[in-house]
């Protein structure tokens, strides 16, 4: 680990870790046990295993922008930019869009090695997914338990918000499975990572593309 990953890992906020739940036992052996049919995934979310299917075209578009625009920022830091990848917090399970995790992560892999640890995820963005309950996993439900698996930087790219905006949450209080700070910003305007290994990254137009319906 370099030194500034160890560095960053220090700084992030402590999380809260509370025992997993029967619930949550058979909810994680539940999932373990899935065959989903190509093209779907599925996650645990506050008590419930959801199943989605993959994004569409646009969506993907985004989420590659996205991460091709970070690999180039974060060459030689020690982090790396991913997806399509498990992210593990206490038997509670996400496949983010995009995420920033160390580049040597074999340490946080869990034991089981279906998945990496989220104490080593500094940034998740998600891309909003379209229809009400898409769009209300990612604003909301995804909102809170990242909040409470500390994440310390939350990026929602939505297109489904006036025109398109990008959101950026931080300071996360796990107890309370919120983020103190917020920025939202609208498409073309550039909306800017405040800490973490993407600090001062923005995310413009050249990602997100124009707002929508201009």
């Not at 599925?42 to 989605?52: H, N, R, T």
């Not at 992560?105 to 080593?120: F, K, Q």
């Not at 930087?153 to 700070?181: C, F, N, Q, R």
């Amino acid at each position: 680990m370099t030194a500034l990953a160890h560095e960053t890992l220090e700084a992030a906020m402590p999380r809260v870790t509370t025992p997993p739940s029967d619930l949550d036992d058979v909810l994680w052996q539940a999932w373990k046990a899935m065959e989903l049919p190509e093209g779907y995934r599925a996650e645990i979310i506050e008590g419930f295993i959801e199943v989605s299917p993959t994004g569409r075209y646009a969506h993907g578009q985004v989420a590659n922008r996205l991460r091709d625009a970070l690999v180039v920022l974060l060459a030689r830091s020690g982090f790396v930019a991913r997806q399509d990848m498990n992210v593990v917090h206490e038997r509670k399970v996400w496949i983010p869009d995009v995420f920033i995790t160390l580049e040597d992560a074999e340490e946080h892999v869990t034991e089981d090695g279906l998945g990496i640890d989220a104490s080593a995820v500094r940034l998740i963005v998600e891309v909003v997914s379209p229809g009400g309950d898409g769009i209300t996993r990612d604003r909301t439900r995804k909102r809170r338990a990242y909040a409470r698996a500390g994440i310390p930087v939350y990026v929602l790219v939505d297109d489904h918000d006036d025109g398109g905006t990008v959101t950026v949450l931080s300071a996360p209080d796990p107890e309370a499975a919120i983020y103190a700070d917020e920025v939202r910003t609208a498409y073309g305007s550039g909306a800017t990572v405040p800490e973490g290994p993407a600090k001062g990254f923005t995310i413009g137009e050249e990602i997100t593309g124009p707002r929508r319906g201009a």
